[in-house]
Structure formats: structure tokens, C-alpha cells
């Protein structure tokens, strides 16, 4: 079955500087990758996501890059800001997938120090 | 719209107890999940139910069961809990559109201690 990991764990920034994290997956027919962000105590929720057809999406200050043929894709936020501050998972499913279920990556706890 | 919505908030229960999660949606989503959250593990599968009618089995389905008792509710039952189902549990809901995959939302999870 598909694999997910993803790193680093941890990752400590100060304000206005970029942030990366990268994710590899090992299905090669996964399609959808879809990145969330969990603040403390709260719900995971979509910040981006990214379909096999496109390599690159930029929304704002975010942006995801996907490679198909390494089998990685990466979460870029620029001029980082202390609300930015949360858990990033990054995730991936293919089309064979019934429901849409989803492989989670462990998970990257970001701190923006002001 | 209140999305997804789970009870209870917080559980402590003795092991061996048996209890059931009940998580709501009212986004008329075909798909509904139910993951448990552990620190350093992210987020992993337990069950998921494709439509009304069907269930399967996730990554770590071992010790739980579930029900699709309709299209709005999916619930999740530990019938002994055992400490190591202490977690933080999440169902989510999507509507996957035939092949194409969709946003997954999730309810506001349940911290569940087993002692």
C-alpha cells in the first residue's frame, strides 16, 4: 500500500524567513496530494493541494511543488509569520483509491519565532 | 451549517470499558472517515465508510468497529479499550466526485484516555 513520510519533524524559523517541507510517497499511481495544517488543539484543515496533471500551485504566500518521476512533493511558505506557527501534514491518494481515503505523513510541527 | 460534528469532547475510560464515538455531518458527503492522532505518527485510518451502506477497514483497524448508520453518521466502537487506544480521534467527510478526490473536513476530535 502507499507509503507517506515526511520531513523534518520539527522545523524552527524566524519571522520573514522560508519554510519547506518535503513529503515522498512510493505508490506511483497517487494523483491527489492535499497538505493541512492542525494549530494546537485544533482541527486539521486544507491549506493546498496539488493534482498529478499540475507540478506547480502558489496561493498567496504558499506554494507546492510536485514531482512525479522522484515521487516528492513540497510545501514553500515565504515571509513566514508567527500565526504560521502550527502541525503541516502532508498526505496522498490515487484515483484507485475507494472513498478518497488518504495516507497521512507523520507530521511537521513549524515554529516562527518572532 | 455546523460541518462535522463528534461527541463526546473529552472520554476517560477504565480498561476494558467499552464505549462508542458518534460523529455527524451535514455537508451530504458520500465519504466518511475515522482516524486516530498520536504524536509522531500524524494521522492514521482506522475506518472509512465510501457510501452509505459500506465500510472498510483502514491501516489500524484492530480493536475498533464502526457503523454507517446513515448518510449523515458514522460511528466508532471500542468494545474492551485498552491503554493503547489512548489517542485523539478524528472522523472526517468528503465527497469524493467519481474518481476525483476531494477535501476532507474534519470534526473537532475526541480526546479519549484509557487508564
Known amino acids: 500500500g502507499e507509503n507517506v513520510e515526511q520531513h523534518p519533524s520539527t522545523l524552527s524559523v524566524q519571522e520573514g524567513d522560508s519554510a519547506v517541507i518535503k513529503c515522498t510517497y512510493s505508490?506511483?499511481?497517487?494523483?491527489?496530494f492535499p497538505w493541512y495544517k492542525q494549530e494546537l488543539g485544533k482541527r486539521p484543515q486544507l491549506i493546498i493541494d496539488?493534482?498529478?496533471?499540475?507540478g506547480e500551485k502558489k496561493d498567496q504566500r504558499i506554494a507546492v511543488t510536485l514531482n512525479k518521476t522522484a515521487k516528492h512533493f513540497s510545501l514553500h511558505i515565504t515571509e513566514t509569520q508567527p500565526e504560521d506557527s502550527a502541525v503541516y501534514f502532508c498526505?496522498?491518494?490515487?484515483?484507485?483509491?475507494?472513498?478518497?481515503?488518504?495516507?497521512f505523513g507523520q507530521g511537521t510541527e513549524l515554529s516562527v519565532k518572532p | 451549517n455546523a460541518g462535522v460534528t463528534q461527541t463526546p469532547k473529552f472520554q476517560v475510560l477504565k480498561t476494558g470499558q467499552s464505549m462508542t464515538l458518534q460523529c455527524a455531518q451535514d455537508?451530504?458527503?458520500?465519504?466518511m472517515y475515522w482516524y486516530r492522532q498520536d504524536p509522531g505518527m500524524g494521522l492514521r485510518l482506522i475506518y472509512y465508510?465510501?457510501?452509505?451502506?459500506?465500510?472498510d477497514k483502514g491501516e489500524v483497524p484492530n480493536g475498533y468497529n464502526v457503523s454507517r448508520l446513515n448518510k449523515r453518521e458514522f460511528s466508532l466502537r471500542l468494545e474492551s479499550a485498552a491503554p493503547s487506544q489512548t489517542s485523539v480521534y478524528f472522523c472526517?467527510?468528503?465527497?469524493?466526485?467519481?474518481?476525483?478526490?476531494?477535501?476532507?473536513?474534519f470534526g473537532p476530535g475526541t480526546r479519549l484516555t484509557v487508564l
Open positions: 505508490d506511483s499511481a497517487s494523483n491527489y
Open positions: 498526505a496522498a491518494t490515487s484515483v484507485y483509491n475507494q472513498g478518497g481515503k488518504l495516507i
Open positions: 455537508m451530504n458527503h458520500n465519504s
Open positions: 472526517a467527510s468528503s465527497e469524493p466526485a467519481g474518481l476525483i478526490t476531494d477535501t476532507q473536513y
Open positions: 465508510s465510501a457510501s452509505e451502506g459500506t465500510t
Open positions: 496539488i493534482r498529478s496533471n499540475v
